[in-house]
């Protein structure tokens, strides 16, 4: 009984240390959420991993240009996200490339512009998502993840574009 009580009572550190390179770094974990989404028709997606990745009050902002004058803006928390997105990513696939970023962080914060492509079905776009996070309890927490794309044919800015 003694064992197994400490078995529980380490596993969370366990597990968090197998792979914790994905959390200590800001290319980690911005890595490891375009790698859990991204997948082929019908393969599941690892949705308890993307939630560690992501304070719980983490939110989740879909900018969409209508036309010139109209922007509409969804805005999800994590469950509404998983909720929304994840029976379509398993079961038309999806995939999402960085194409390039650019990182600004100053103590224990951090922002991310990160340009990126996704096709799914036969849709495909290029743009810019921006990520807020913030180092805590030795590791690096998503705050808030907002996203475009260049769908109305807004052009991303060459320093956006290289590697």
Known sequence: ????????LFMPTLIFSQNDSCYTSIDGIVNEVLSIIS??????RDWEKFKSL???T????AVFHINDTTTKIATFSIEEFIEKAGPGYEKNGFLEKEISKTVDEYNGIAQVFQSYYAKQNDHEEKGINALQLIYKDNRWWIV????TSNANGAIIPEEYLLK
């Not at 983490?58 to 902002?61: D, I, V």
């Not at 808030?144 to 996203?147: A, I, N, Q």
């Open 39 to 44: 997948g082929e028709k019908g393969e599941k």
């Open 1 to 8: 009984m003694k064992r197994l009580f400490l078995v529980l």
């Open 144 to 147: 808030s993840v907002m996203w």
């Open 58 to 61: 983490a939110k989740f902002n």
């Open 54 to 56: 992501f304070l719980p």
